[in-house]
């Protein structure tokens, strides 16, 4: 799976990067099928927001956002919204048509 950083309006640490590559690889397991991720760094008012867009298979595609007072905190809530939405379509699976419901 190929993973994108990007940063607007700055850089970002090493040690943020290895932390990126972490969390990415933790959240693909949940995932059906990972073909990509890209997470974007930005400073909006102060506030240093983060992206986490990770693309599955069939387009699929979960975003998720935050902003807080550093980068870490920003990429650990995003990735735990996306967390929240992998779970949740883990639990309601979607069912192909025509298949008959019981």
């Not at 700055?10 to 969390?23: C, H, K, W």
């Not at 990972?34 to 983060?50: E, I, K, L």
Request: proline share 3%; aromatic share 0%; net charge positive.
């Amino acid at each position: 799976m190929e993973t994108t950083i990007t940063t607007r309006h700055g850089e970002i640490a090493e040690a943020l990067r290895l932390r990126v590559e972490r969390v990415v690889e933790r959240l693909a397991r949940l995932a059906r099928r990972p073909t990509a991720a890209h997470v974007t760094f930005g400073q909006d008012h102060q506030r240093a927001t983060a992206e986490v867009r990770l693309t599955a298979a069939r387009g699929m595609v979960h975003v998720a956002s935050a902003d807080a007072p550093d980068h870490r905190t920003a990429l650990d809530r995003a990735a735990q919204k996306l967390r929240r939405q992998l779970d949740k379509q883990e639990a309601n699976p979607r069912r192909r048509a025509g298949s008959a419901r019981r």
